[in-house]
């Protein structure tokens, strides 16, 4: 994103809508942007006058909305950050999917992108490492939930140690 789309939150709230609502619908109508996203008729309006106005939207008053190739991908981008900290957040620190939503759309308009793509890195790399994987992710959620280790983590422990010595990963 070029520093003169650069959006402030509520855009970013409003494109994203949009981009749902045209995946949902084909195109976007204020009404449907004011009902998603709690807000008045002006609004809305104000935003779309806006978004419009950066080339990001197709808009008319009281005609459908659609996004230009750049209102798309910048939409696809916000999309992006949102769902990476969301499974950031269920699937690596176990918080419960209503808070993960909360977060993400609080932390998706101020996070940088490298901070978000290197924990899409990190949930690959846990999914992805013999000394980790889904069993790792699974134990932290237990930690998280029981205040301590399963029974077995002392033996897995040294399973993983063993491996190291021999220089492979059982």
Known sequence: ????????ASLED??????????????ARGKDIATRLSV?????????????KRGLINYAPYEVVTLTEEGRQIAEDVVHRHN???????DVLAIDVA???????????????EIIKR??????????CPRGGKDLIAGFATFCQQGQTADN???CISQCMHGQADGHID
């Open 99 to 113: 808070l993960a939503e909360e977060g993400a759309c609080k932390i998706e308009h101020t996070a940088p992108p």
């Open 14 to 27: 409003y494109i994203e809508t949009i981009y749902h609502i045209i995946a949902e619908k084909q195109v």
């Open 119 to 128: 924990m899409v890195d990190f949930i690959n790399f846990l999914e992805a």
């Open 153 to 155: 983590c002392i033996s």
């Open 40 to 52: 008045s008729g002006a609004s809305v309006t104000e935003a779309l006058r806006a978004l419009s």
């Open 84 to 90: 990476s900290l969301k499974q950031f957040f269920t």
């Open 1 to 8: 994103m070029s520093e003169q789309q650069q959006l402030s």
